[in-house]
């Protein structure tokens, strides 16, 4: 690498980036998160207003009960600031109404054998505020205090009331015993599965973008004739490298736009996924910049190739989407990845050099990938990536300067044998 | 006369394919002068041209710039390519900085050098244009700015006038001249023949990859001058035993006769005679062959060298 390298990298980064295409493209995502914010506020407003509501809800109306069965009055005194008896149905519904309360619940005589109670809130409301009123934990609580309170002591019919069956996840062993996951943490867990997937799937558009832009740069330069100039210049080594650097930072920049709009954008929620990104194992974090880096300079000089060979802009697109194909395999099977991220073929795909990258930065963030697939799929990369570079230079260099055809197979056999 | 030539290749050799596109094809172009590189469309000159610009590489062969291996002397040499090319997106003043600094020159120099080279070649208020808004003719002008942008000692220059009307064939004509005037050896491939006559030192004459004919200019004339005069105005010449056949023809208004000698008749016998016999001439002068029918003659294979 030389100077001009440099020079021609900063060329390439300069002149693309103020590109209105570049421009418009990487304000796209934005502006589309912002149209989205706008909907979401705009259909959610209500929602929002009752949450709004909800939080100062300490002046909240108690629930009337209209008991048939006779065990839930009178009312036990620790729910007596949440449920208020009512002699018959006539008279809980004038309070409902009256609104001195939001809800009132008909327990029948036979709610011990049949379970079956009917609940009545006001209209004007929605689902969601029904729940709000009909608070299920305090419900529940209730309930069950009214079936068991002389069988039970509290704090065994707490538990009855809410056994934590719900809301676990479990620790994963590995053969010796040893867990696998270290938080069980679920917001932590599902935090740092979605932060991997949003950053690889960041790292991925960045490839596919900044390697496409690669394909367009060389393939102008091919249509415009600039090419003969340029090679009289500098090495066409020089020249694709600082085509690769230059425009792999103009990749890099488009991403770093959308996360910084995205974390401008969501407020609160973006620092969340930062603070999930940051409980990201720091190995994942690593495994799938080193997965980027091999997988742009994989992609960027088979797009550059690709973009010297074809006859035009359209043509060497054709061209690239042979090599972007192989890349996209993997998020075919992404859906069933989620039930086993070491599936066989994700397996197999991991060890293949065109898809290796995607397929790795897609199963990195599941987490309990095998040692030997990750050391493989790197070795196949890093032992590829030379071939790769140096057939890519030949056909590079052997078909730069081939105007109205395209080169045959026969002649970029010729123009690798030649080397 | 500096030792190194300016370019030089040996036995050269580079095939496409099934085609041989330059043949065993030795040639040595010295230094400081205008050196013309002829041949058909498809003889090898644009081949041999990019093997010296490391461009491509022969199959076999040796190839020298200025004494150094093709691209090792990238930032001493200014190429116009036949196949012409600049960012069309970008501004003329910014192309051509960027051409500089790729010959390797600090930005501000390069932004300078274009500056004055737009002004020599009648640009200067197109510099802040896009190249797409500039004139075919404007963008020919431009280009071979791109080449010169570093001030190279050896300029190449591939079809330089194609294009160009005769005000701006008269602009790169000077250029070319005040080139060669302050040292730099100019090599240019054309197809325009009357150019390359008014311009060149010496020429190459390439056919199927190989070199025809070569020489200085004046040589090469001579060479292929016809055993013949031009005189006017025209005389009687029936029964002179000199003569074995003359020709009356009008050029440029003057009416003139071409006098073929017959074989080891000299001019001046032919002269003498002319004297003797008291004849009035005013003009006489060597025939020569115009450099087309030169060209004409050796690529069809008719090479009459006298």
Request: charged share 20%; proline share 5%; with cysteine.
């Amino acid at each position: 690498m030389t100077r001009l390298t440099w020079t021609i990298a900063r060329h390439e980064y300069v002149t693309n980036v103020r590109r209105p295409g570049f421009i418009f493209s990487t304000l796209l995502i934005p502006a589309l998160g912002l149209i989205g914010l706008i909907v979401i506020i705009i259909f959610f407003r209500q929602t929002i207003d009752l949450l709004r509501i909800e939080m100062r809800s300490r002046d909240r109306r108690p629930v009337g009960v209209v008991d048939q069965s006779g065990l839930y009055t009178p009312i036990a005194t620790q729910f007596a600031e949440d449920f208020r008896a009512y002699p018959d149905e006539a008279a809980a519904r004038a309070a409902l109404l009256a609104e001195q309360i939001d809800a009132y619940l008909v327990i029948p005589a036979d709610y011990v054998t049949r379970g079956a109670l009917t609940a009545y809130t006001r209209s004007g409301g929605n689902s969601f505020q029904d729940l709000i009123v009909l608070d299920r934990n305090k419900l529940n609580l209730f309930l069950v205090h009214g079936l068991a309170a002389d069988k039970l002591d509290t704090t065994i019919l707490r538990r009855v009331s809410d056994t934590g069956a719900g809301d676990f996840l479990p620790i994963r062993l590995d053969s010796q015993g040893n867990p696998v996951t270290k938080e069980a943490n679920p917001f932590t867990f599902f935090g740092g599965i979605i932060a991997s997937m949003v950053f690889s799937i960041l790292l991925f558009i960045s490839i596919f973008t900044s390697s496409g832009y690669l394909l367009r740069s060389v393939s102008e330069e091919k249509e415009n004739r600039v090419m003969e100039i340029l090679l009289a210049s500098v090495s066409a080594n020089d020249l694709l490298w600082g085509k690769v650097i230059g425009l792999g930072a103009l990749g890099l920049t488009q991403v770093g736009v959308w996360l910084l709009s995205g974390v401008l954008l969501t407020g609160g929620l973006g620092m969340l996924m930062a603070g999930a990104l940051a409980a990201l194992n720091p190995l994942t974090f690593v495994l799938a910049l080193i997965y980027f880096i091999l997988g742009y300079l994989l992609y960027g000089v088979l797009m550059a190739a690709a973009g010297s060979l074809g006859t035009s802009v359209r043509e060497s697109q054709q061209i690239g989407t042979l090599f972007s194909g192989g890349a996209a395999l993997p998020w075919m099977i992404s859906s069933f990845m989620m039930t086993n991220p070491n599936m066989t073929l994700a397996r197999v795909l991991s060890w293949f050099p065109l898809s290796a990258p995607t397929m790795m930065m897609l199963r990195l963030p599941y987490g309990n990938v095998p040692v030997i697939d990750i050391v493989g799929s790197i070795a196949v990369l890093v032992l590829s990536l030379p071939l790769v570079m140096w057939a890519g230079v030949k056909v590079f260099r052997a078909s730069l300067l081939v105007y109205g055809k395209r080169l045959s197979v026969k002649e970029i056999w010729s123009a690798l044998r030649k080397a | 006369m500096n030792p190194e030539p300016a370019l030089f290749a040996d036995k050269l050799h580079k095939e496409f394919a099934a085609v041989v596109a330059v043949n065993q094809l030795s040639l040595r172009v010295e230094r400081g002068q205008i050196f013309g590189l002829l041949g058909p469309n498809g003889a090898g000159k644009t081949t041999t041209i990019r093997i010296w610009m490391d461009i491509l590489k022969p199959d076999s062969g040796t190839a020298l710039v200025l004494g150094q291996p093709p691209g090792a002397a990238r930032t001493r040499v200014g190429y116009l390519p036949e196949e012409r090319g600049l960012y069309r997106g970008l501004r003329v003043h910014e192309c051509l900085t960027y051409f500089g600094q790729l010959k390797g020159m600090k930005q501000a120099d390069a932004a300078r050098r274009a500056t004055e080279l737009l002004e020599r070649l009648e640009l200067a208020d197109r510099a802040k244009a896009k190249v797409q808004e500039l004139s075919r003719g404007m963008q020919q002008k431009a280009q071979l700015a791109a080449a010169l942008i570093h001030d190279p000692e050896l300029v190449i220059l591939d079809e330089p006038f194609q294009g160009l009307d005769p005000v701006n064939v008269e602009v790169i004509r000077t250029l070319i001249r005040e080139l060669r005037a302050q040292g730099k050896t100019i090599v240019l491939s054309a197809h325009e023949m009357s150019l390359v006559e008014s311009l060149c030192e010496r020429i190459a004459l390439i056919n199927k990859g190989r070199i025809v004919l070569e020489g200085a200019l004046t040589d090469i004339r001579r060479r292929f001058s016809p055993n013949a005069l031009d005189i006017s105005p025209p005389l009687d010449l029936a029964g002179w035993p000199e003569v074995e056949q003359a020709q009356t023809h009008v050029a440029n208004g003057v009416t003139a006769q071409r006098v073929y000698l017959r074989p080891g008749v000299q001019h001046r016998d032919f002269l003498r005679a002319v004297v003797e016999r008291g004849q009035p001439v005013e003009r006489f002068e060597l025939a020569t062959m115009p450099l087309d029918e030169i060209f004409i003659r050796v690529v069809t294979g008719r090479g009459d060298e006298q």
